[in-house]
């Protein structure tokens, strides 16, 4: 709608302020107005010729508000209510918080209320059948709550009603079924229980209704198929159950949507389908239809068809007929995996559409040969076949699919060579042709599929050398498996391109030689399985610097030399080196005391004196060969032992008189309520402060990891450096914050240290638990992990969980606990995972403490000290010497939240002229939220058995994953505002995610 202001300059009678005194107060409550509309709306001009603002000439009353898309920020005045001949109201895709004001009900001339895409939370007021003449209700994709107000079902002109994407609860509103003049209702993605009302029948004009992704229960009503009008029926992702009624296609003869997937539904697949000719997407997957799949040739405008996870098919020859009759010249997707189809695959798979870009038919019960017509489908960029029964060699024609992302024919029982045209699929991301009967060599020409991200190859019958050009991958990042193979030769020396490879498996072949050094430069690996091959030689010169792996098998081997005493460093969880030829002593420590996880037998040279691991003594080993050399070094080694122990009593006595007068004019700080440990219990825990325990460096100090000699207890180690300024201080304020406050989501402190060292110095450290998984800084920036420690993508739910974690902290920190904690420097840097990828906030240092509630101080109320916080995460009022406040520390979490789903933080290079992270995402939401998406959310770790199903709802999980992404975007949008006073608080913030959480393992994103 265009403003009246764009026909030039028009002249208007005089007449009361009312409508312009509203549009000043609508005006007060933005505090953001990014593009700058706003500053158009001055008295230079009548504010009926003000941007987005369209009046009625005759009296110069406000019909139409008209602000799509503007970016704006701030909440909705309740003074729109005074606009009293409003007939449009359209504020969609901004970022408007708060409640919607009861005053809306007061607007009765309004037909049209578009408040969708916001972050409007609360409840429908009830009076909004004021507004008795709307027709359109938009109030999706926002936070609103509660069930949805009978006062509705006066509105009896209502032709559209919005309310997906909110949490609306209770029974789906069965009065409206009285509204009918509704043509679209769509209420998906809330939580609605109960039955389908069957008044909804009644609505004879309604042609889409969407109440997917619900608690929908019992049989649909039969009242709602005799909707004639239908064109979309969308019920997916409830717990319905039923038939669908024969005559479908005959009482529903222009639906182009079916979508019931994700439910429990019986039954056949009504034949009379076919009459419902106008059909694009037939989506039923995950239920429990049976019987034949009816014969879809009238259905020529078919785009997508998905009848995966059912039933369907008798094992038989000829159930998959109906692919013959598939006439459609734009299908795109045909997703038929995991059913009971049997026989064979027909040649005239060729003459699918050339758009069709997704196939999908493993487990399924088919066998005969692969047709050589799959080469003409080459718009292919999915192709799964796998866990059939099909025969024969893959057809040379596979290189047609040059599009081709996607290639699984697994356990099937494919013969004869694997095509050296398998190198035409330069797309190609992933290949995986595992548990068939390939034989001969893998092609050179693999070598070509530069984009491959994970390959298996194994449990076939392959043998020769392993081409070099097959290491040449450097894309590989998720697996290389060529196990179980007859695979011969060494190793070639190219491995070492696969940099950013995380697990490597050759076990089970007849690999010989040395393991090259160059798999030393493969330190992203985190699994590495190599067992039951020929390999000799000792492994320290490539094992050394691979210190991310977690498990390890190099077993029955004829590997010889001493097992490297760095092993018991690493993280591992599972370590096998049986049936080799190593010898000397066994390392004591690490995954070595672990004999669950630990496996050395089979290696008769091997000693220890751990007594877990039953071996001989290395010195019984060396007495045996020879008594008297051994008798005589025992003497040596006894008297030298005799005469350094006086010379240690001595010092020691020195060293205590000295240390006692020390601690005479030392006045050391309580450290209330913790046990405190010895300096010397410090310098033991972590091996004398050794650099290779250095696991994180901070502004005041520095954090080691050690082992509490008295409980056998890893943990993490602060030692304050107090030569910088404020370490004291520092030390003091975490030890009095953490003294009294327990959650699941902040970093345990265990204990502390306030001491002297050996040279008479003040010393203080404090001592947490352990947090295996590091900082979230090293998950988000793997190049920042300490000592080159590889650290894999961050899933979604990952960062969803790891995001929750700290809202929940941080609430507790305001809110729950007996004092208020203002933490003031949160940062992905001091935000540590344990080994659950659990979130805890750490690092209090610069944190404040306020005994009694903070509420009442004013946000602008002023400080002398120094900037608290790290630039890019503390708020513009700290800047400007404001004191510190809850709502800073929510400018720090909302751009941390950010940063955790765009993986830019808020120094990133792009920031600048003014740019930064909260204004960047704000003007990108909600259209453009993929460009914000950290791209690794594009590849979803899945398992394996699941990606079939994955992928034949790639378009829902696609759109659903998005929807989720604008909600986050948008919380973090609302709490990085630049004003304190417009700022989500953060208990709203952790109600919202906790909303998300839930939706989000109900649709099951990765």
Known sequence: MMSISSCGAISFPRTNNTDRDALLRFKDKISDDPIGFFGMWNDSIHFCQWYGITCDRQHSRITHLILPSLKLVGSLSPFIGNLSFLYKLDIQNNNFVGEIPSEIGNLYRLRYLGLGNNLLFGQIPANISGCKNLEDLTLGNNMLVGEVPIAIASMSKLILVYIHHNNFFGNFPQFFGNLTSLVYISASFNNFVGRVPASLGRLQNLEYLH??????????????????????????????????????GITLPNLVELNVGANQFTGPIPA??????????????????????????????????????????????GDLKFLESINSTCLKVLAIHSNNFGGTLPESIGNLSSQLNMMVIESNRLSGNIPSSIGNLRGLEVLCMGNNSFGGGIPDTIGNLIKLKVFRAQMDKLTGNIPSTIGNLTELLELILKGNYFEGSIPPSIGKCEKLIGMDISQNDLSGIIP???????????????SKNQLSGSLPE???????????????????????????????????????????????????????????????????????????????????????????????????????????????????SMPILDLPSCLMSEGKRGSFTFRHIIIVVACGMVAALILLLLLMTFYWSRRKKSEASLETPSIGGFRQVSYEDMVKATDGFSSSNLIGMGGFGSVYKGTLADENKIVAIKVFDLKQRGA???????????????????????????SIDFQGNEFKALVYEFMENGSLEEWLYPNLAPNGTPRHRLSFVQRLNIAFDVACAVDYLHHQCQMVVIHCDLKPSNILLDAQMNGHVGDFGLARIFPNAIDDLPACQTSSIALRGTIGYAPPEYGMGSEVSKEGDTYSYGVLLLEIFTGKGPTHDMFKDGLNLHDYCAMALPERVADLADQQLLFCEIEESSIANTLSNQRSISAHGQECLVTIFKIGVACSAELPQERMKISDAVARLCLLKERVNKMGLC
């Open 728 to 754: 004291s201080k520092s030390f003091m304020a975490e030890c009095e914050v953490l003294k009294n406050i327990r959650h699941r989501n902040l970093v345990k402190i265990l204990t502390g240290c306030s």
């Open 494 to 608: 190219e491995i070492g391109t696969l940099k950013n490879l995380a697990k490597l498996d050759i076990h089970g072949n007849k690999l010989s030689g040395k393991i090259p050094s160059s798999l030393g430069k493969c330190n992203s690996l985190v699994e590495l399985h190599m067992q039951n091959n020929l390999f000799e030689g000792n492994i320290s010169s490539f094992l050394s610097s691979l210190n991310g792996l977690q498990y390890i098998d190099l077993s029955s081997n004829n590997l010889s030399g001493p097992i490297p005493i760095f092993l018991e460093k690493f993280q591992l969880q599972y370590l096998n080196l049986s049936f080799n030829n190593f010898e000397g002593e066994v390392p004591s420590e690490g995954v070595f005391l672990n004999t669950s996880a630990t496996s050395l037998e089979g290696n008769d040279k091997l000693c220890g």
């Open 211 to 248: 109440v997917n992704a619900n608690g929908l229960s019992g049989t649909l009503p039969s009242s709602i198929f005799n909707i004639s009008s239908l064109v979309a029926f969308q019920f997916d992702a409830n717990q319905l159950e039923g038939s669908l009624p024969p005559d479908l």
């Open 272 to 317: 009379s389908i076919s009459n419902a000719t106008k059909l694009t997407w037939l989506i039923i997957p995950i239920n429990k239809f049976s019987g034949n799949v009816p014969t879809v040739e009238k259905l020529n405008q078919l785009h997508w068809i998905s009848i995966s996870h059912n039933r369907l098919g008798s094992g038989a020859q």
């Open 468 to 482: 070099s050009q097959a290491f040449n991958i450097s894309s590989l990042s998720i697996y290389f498996d060529l």
